[in-house]
């Protein structure tokens, strides 16, 4: 049996000291600085980062801070009696019951940390990692890690959403029995939706994870989302591919996002992921470590994991486009000429693009270029049967994106032309509806409030 | 003394009947078509689309129904004192009292009717019309009203912005005491922006309204807007251009959003605009006639219509383009060699871009061209520092977007490099804050509210 160190990057001296007072990551620790001032919380792992003679303990405000051990006059011993720490240890020989949840990482925010020379944030941390800084994870299930890549989420590509798509698939075959990814926040969404058409009929739900804080800021969002992710992929009754994030400033409740269906919709708060044109498929409650079903249209869990269908290929050479007044159809003219695969606009209103650049749409049509009209406005449906130029564009063969999101409807486009390049066909998977990234009934719960009545 | 026409639009048969029973527009009446089927309802004006041989009437539903009078057995005449046409009539000689709002149409589903041939929704309406459909307006002011174009929302470019610019100009210098502009929703943000910047020091609100329903659909939404757009011209005491728009899908509110801060949120909804990062500057409570404040931070009305300041150029080479997972860079490339005047970009998360893209950026800055970094996400802000890919494009330029929208950024940036395409000066103009495009302090108010607790 492999012995799990108490006091992971602690070493010399500090070490020495901890070990002599019998702690361990997870005890709750008194640091006497002299006179009346002392610092009390729990003491927490230390990170290559920090200086070699410090302490890093987390108060009870949720900051984690490091104290070296030169400023100590005494350090007390608060509680230590089943730390988290000492729990798993004795849970090793009944963790061999539980379920085995495989996490991969994809980078991002959630395995990152700040960069103290520079004061930016770097991706460094593995998954393994998050499990030493979140132990509450082993009382779910036993964990298998394993980092893709180390990337910022602006980076991501097709090609990696294929590498990604891959290896669950492996990893679903290999027996799992549930999936978790960390990924960047900036571009989830785009990946949930590579995921939800590269791997369809799943055992249980991928769950995408990421955090908006990095994990040593105070409010670090890692571990909450990171936990219902976990009870997400394990309890969960759909077999859809889902973001788990916040669903409110606070820290109670985590929201199980359809991943075809969810945007990032705040460049910095933590409930920052909303679903659009849906309900969210669940919430998770963190204190009761339950899920219960918001939304009663989802796909089941398959009922073995041999049913799963892969598809994994996706095309780098499809454009996302944004319409605006005074848009240049020169744009247009130079996808056609560039012989891009698939182009995708992002219309205004209920589909529209200024009337100047019908021409150029036609001329993309003629050369084989599948082009799919999507709403800026986010929520809604497209309709382009309403106005003239909406019309003149079906006629000349636009594809109606229906209520999908632009994102999701590029991630699909890409997706199809890496199958079949034949319009018609392409045409016809486009208004498919493959794992519920169209809903066919909206209702005014589905749109965001107004904060004033 | 022009008599005003009680009964615009009818003639003939129709006209001889209906002016023998002594009524005009307004008025209820009782259409008896044979046993005890009858229609009540109020007498509407008729437009050339709908035969001549009948009566428009709108039913308490709101519906507008025409019936031949061929299938007319009699008609009753319920209420006809004090209708508001009589009562205009009666008002013409107080009406010199009232101050003038001048009405300019751009077009849009406002002034649009059904073409009844095809089912499509095509422009017709004039502003006159639109006063014949809502004899309410009357009671607030007197009306001068041009149509500028009328075309459709998509089809609005940079050139219509300074035609409606230099328009709203002359009609401020003139003398009138209000304006609103009838535009289509779409593209109704990027038009508002556009004034916005382009005439500053406003002696009284600019009003943009639009309609999500055309005028004979059942829930015409277009004599709320205007009635509330009218009011806010003539009372608010705020002199920015704004959007006059539905709050909620019911007919009592009414938001007032600053032009600069608002965007269509959704493809048909009713209450589809929402301010973005910033609360709505009022709302217009149609019961009481009432507009009430909501938002404090306001750039009050010029004292003198003099002190308005004009700049009303606008630059059609500028770009707004999205970012993606996979962008490719070839397209910023193309914006270059094409000597693009400047480029938008909507970054992911808190402004990126795949780092694969940098060096096509940084020939960009190179050669003059203003490159400005936007969200996606819409709300929160633009924040580079976080993060090496957003630091490193700052480095080589990049003009941070601060929490504008991708829409507005992008009207500022064709309205400044129409004054200068010297970088510097370009950059220290997109970072003012003209017309409080810049919100400095968000509050959680300022985002959607997500549905469920």
Redesign the interface.
């Known amino acids: 049996m492999k012995m799990i160190d108490r006091l992971p990057g602690y070493s010399g001296r500090v070490r020495d000291i901890l070990e002599k007072l019998d702690v361990g990551v997870g005890c709750r620790i008194r640091i006497i600085l002299g006179g009346n001032i002392f610092i009390e919380g729990l003491l927490m792992p230390k990170h290559e980062f920090s200086a070699s003679d410090t302490i890093i303990v987390k108060l009870s405000n949720g900051y984690n801070i490091g104290v070296s051990i030169n400023n100590i006059q005494n350090i007390e011993v608060c509680e230590c009696i089943s730390t988290p720490h000492t729990g798993r240890e004795s849970q090793i020989d009944i963790a061999t019951s539980l379920p085995m949840v495989k996490i991969f990482g994809c980078g991002g925010t959630i395995a990152s940390r700040v960069e103290y020379e520079?004061g930016?944030?770097?991706p460094a941390m593995t998954p393994s990692d998050l499990l030493d800084l979140i132990p509450e994870l082993a009382e779910f299930a036993k964990y298998e890690s394993e980092i893709l890549f180390n990337i910022?989420?602006?980076?991501?590509?097709?090609?990696?959403?294929e590498v990604i798509a891959e290896n669950v698939y492996r990893a679903i075959s290999s027996g799992v029995e549930g999936i978790v990814i960390t990924h960047?926040?900036?571009?989830m969404s785009?990946?949930a939706s590579a995921l939800a058409f590269a791997l369809r009929n799943l055992p249980f739900p991928i769950a995408l994870v990421g955090s908006q804080r990095s994990s040593d800021r105070p409010s670090a969002d890692a571990a909450l989302n990171l936990i219902a992710a976990v009870i997400t992929t394990l309890k969960a009754p759909f077999g859809e591919v889902v973001v788990v994030m916040h669903?409110?400033?606070s820290d109670s409740?985590v929201?199980v996002h359809r991943g075809v269906k969810v945007?990032?919709?705040?460049?910095?708060?933590r409930?920052?992921f909303?679903s659009i044109n849906d309900?969210?498929l669940a919430?998770v409650d963190l204190h009761k470590k339950e899920l219960s079903l918001?939304n009663s249209r989802y796909i089941p869990r398959a009922n073995s994991r041999e049913e799963v269908i892969a598809s994994v290929g996706f095309d780098?050479?499809?454009?996302?486009?944004?319409?605006?007044?005074?848009f240049?159809s020169?744009?247009i003219d130079?996808l056609v000429d560039?012989k891009f695969h698939g182009i995708v606009i992002?219309?205004?209103?209920?589909?529209?693009?200024?009337?100047?650049v019908t021409k150029s749409i036609m001329r993309a049509i003629e050369e084989g270029i599948p082009v799919v009209m999507t709403?800026q406005?986010?929520?809604?449906?497209?309709?382009m049967?309403?106005?003239?130029?909406g019309?003149k564009l079906l006629e000349i063969g636009v594809i109606p994106g229906d209520d999908m999101l632009?994102?999701t409807a590029?991630v699909k486009l890409?997706w199809i032309v890496s199958q079949t390049r034949e319009i018609k066909k392409v045409r016809e998977m486009m208004m498919t509806n493959y794992v519920n990234e169209i809903n066919p009934v909206h209702t005014?719960?589905?749109?965001?409030?107004?904060?004033?009545?």
Do not use: C
């Not at 749109?447 to 004033?452: A, D, G, M, V, Y």
């Open positions: 520079t930016a944030v770097k910022l989420s602006e980076d991501m590509t097709p090609k990696h959403w960047g926040t900036d571009t785009f990946t669903s409110t400033p409740n929201f945007r990032k919709m705040h460049s910095s708060r409930d920052a909303q309900l969210p919430k918001i780098d050479r499809v454009a996302l486009v944004k319409a605006y007044p005074g240049q020169e744009i130079f560039k992002e219309g205004t209103g209920l589909g529209h693009i200024g009337s100047h709403i406005t986010l929520f809604g449906r497209v309709n049967n309403v106005y003239t130029t019309r632009p994102e590029y890409s005014p719960q589905h749109f965001l409030k107004p904060f004033i009545g």
